[in-house]
């Protein structure tokens, strides 16, 4: 399954939005619980993501948390926890000069396993200039290989 990409721009509000995402679903032979322990405890998150160092919450995972990512190749961001439905749902998002970085993170229960989504998106009148910074083709790959990264890890469990 290929994954999802879409840029647009819409008007709302007088003001003229943009946005980029990235996202892909796939199916997982694990229960959705394995998948949300990968989500919910940061120091694994570099197990699924291999771009990160590392990953930390400054508190329990809960909208407000703010949780800090250390890159392989340099730098830190931080990320606001948005939406929360624990065990199902969860979105973080970063504040960058003109728009927001969002992550969104969903498992639901699938026929014996799992269905895992995530999806990557930048929202705001400088969403194309960011998501040409990140990688448009990045980004897209990205989405995918979380999924078979934590498929892997979930099913071996």
Same mark, same amino acid.
Not at 29 to 38: N, Y
Not at 53 to 67: P, R
Not at 115 to 133: D, N, Q
């Given at each position: ?62 909208? $407000?948390? *703010?949780?800090? !990512?250390?890159?392989?190749? +340099? /730098? ?7 939406? @929360? ?16 970085? $969002?992550? *969104?993170?969903? !498992?639901?229960?699938?026929? +014996? /396993? ?7 998106? @930048? ?35």
């Amino acid at each position: 399954m290929c994954p999802a990409i879409s840029l647009s721009a819409t008007r709302g509000a007088g003001s003229l939005r943009r946005v980029f995402e990235a996202s892909h679903t796939a199916r997982a032979d694990a229960p959705p619980e394995a998948i949300w322990a990968l989500w919910a405890d940061p120091s694994r998150w570099p197990e699924w993501n291999d771009q990160l160092e590392s990953g930390e919450l400054d508190g329990e995972l809960q909208v $407000g948390t *703010e949780a800090t !990512v250390k890159f392989k190749r +340099g /730098g830190k961001m931080v990320f606001k926890v948005t939406e @929360l439905e624990p065990g199902r749902l969860f979105v973080d998002e970063a504040k960058l000069p003109g728009c927001r970085f $969002g992550h *969104e993170h969903r !498992v639901e229960p699938s026929s +014996g /396993g799992a269905e895992i989504t995530h999806r990557l998106y @930048l929202k705001g009148p400088t969403s194309g200039a960011f998501s040409r910074l990140f990688g448009r083709k990045r980004m897209r790959e990205s989405v995918v290989s979380f999924i078979e990264r934590e498929r892997e890890l979930a099913q071996r469990r």
